[in-house]
């Protein structure tokens, strides 16, 4: 990526703030964003049939999700 294209990124950027319990990436869905966290955390997780299954907790600052053109394989929230 150019160095021109990665100085546009910050002006494309825009905040959602999520309460607890929110879910900001749903697993199945197309991936067609990134996100970056600056604080708080995220519960990465997938669906069993019984129940969702925890993967990991990332705490803020950072990347929850880069771009990639397949189907997300988890949820996080």
Same mark, same amino acid.
């Given at each position: 990526?150019? +160095?021109?294209?990665?100085?546009? !990124? /910050?002006?494309? *950027?825009? /905040?959602? @703030?999520?309460? %607890?319990?929110?879910?900001?990436?749903?697993?199945?869905?197309? +991936? @067609?964003?990134?996100?970056?966290? @600056?604080?708080?955390?995220? *519960? &990465?997780? &997938?669906?069993? /049939?019984?129940? /969702? &299954? +925890?993967?990991?907790?990332?705490?803020? %600052?950072?990347?929850?999700? *880069? !771009?990639?053109?397949? %189907?997300?394989?988890?949820?996080?929230?």
């Amino acid at each position: 990526m150019s +160095s021109e294209a990665l100085a546009k !990124i /910050p002006a494309a *950027l825009r /905040p959602i @703030d999520l309460q %607890p319990g929110d879910v900001l990436i749903h697993q199945g869905e197309a +991936s @067609d964003a990134a996100s970056f966290s @600056d604080s708080g955390s995220l *519960l &990465v997780y &997938v669906r069993d /049939p019984l129940r /969702p &299954v +925890s993967l990991a907790t990332l705490q803020g %600052p950072r990347r929850a999700d *880069l !771009i990639a053109w397949r %189907p997300r394989q988890s949820s996080a929230g």
